[in-house]
């Protein structure tokens, strides 16, 4: 089953559904949520509607998916999104509306995925964070993954260059596995002693 709804003491994590646009809009268009993100904030319903289309609902036709709107119990409404690509380097990927921020939330969630994802096989996961979003490695510590090492990247379609931090945690019992992708696919990279 793809993208299983999972819960937690204060979470419901599901699929989104064509109802959740107005949250979705209110995720994707914050300028501050999405500052250390690749992509532009979205500035429309219309273009909330084609990331919809394009991010959630072609993941949900696929046998394997996680991508999960991150809700409240108490009113099912997404305040966040957490997303894993099912194909190496099985990226974890997460945003949370900046009201939200601070509070635990991600981090609840981010566990909740974690251990579906060891249960369905997964056998590991890498997660990025810009050097200057220190906050977003903090989530990635606080479910287990460990830093791996720093690469440079030119970002598309923002065309900034930016210095990358991976993270890897390993479900499969292959502790000494590193991905090396990004690594691999960047001129500049190296590892950071003081992280």
Known sequence: MNTPTLETERLILRKFTENDLKAMYLIYSDKEVNRFLPWFPVKSMEEMWKLFEERYMAQYTRPQAYA?????KKDHIPVGYIHVDVEEPYDFGYGLRKEFWH?????EAAIA???????????????THDRNNPRSGGVMKRIGMEYQYSYEEQWRPKDILVTFRM?????????????????DGSEVHFIEADI
Request: some cysteine.
């Open 68 to 72: 999960y709107a991150v809700c409240l």
């Open 103 to 107: 509070q635990g939330i991600m981090t």
């Open 167 to 183: 993270y890897q945690l390993n479900f499969d019992g292959q502790e000494d596995r590193v991905c090396k992708k990004y690594w």
């Open 113 to 127: 995925v974690t251990e579906q994802l060891k249960k369905d096989g997964i056998p590991y996961i890498t997660a």
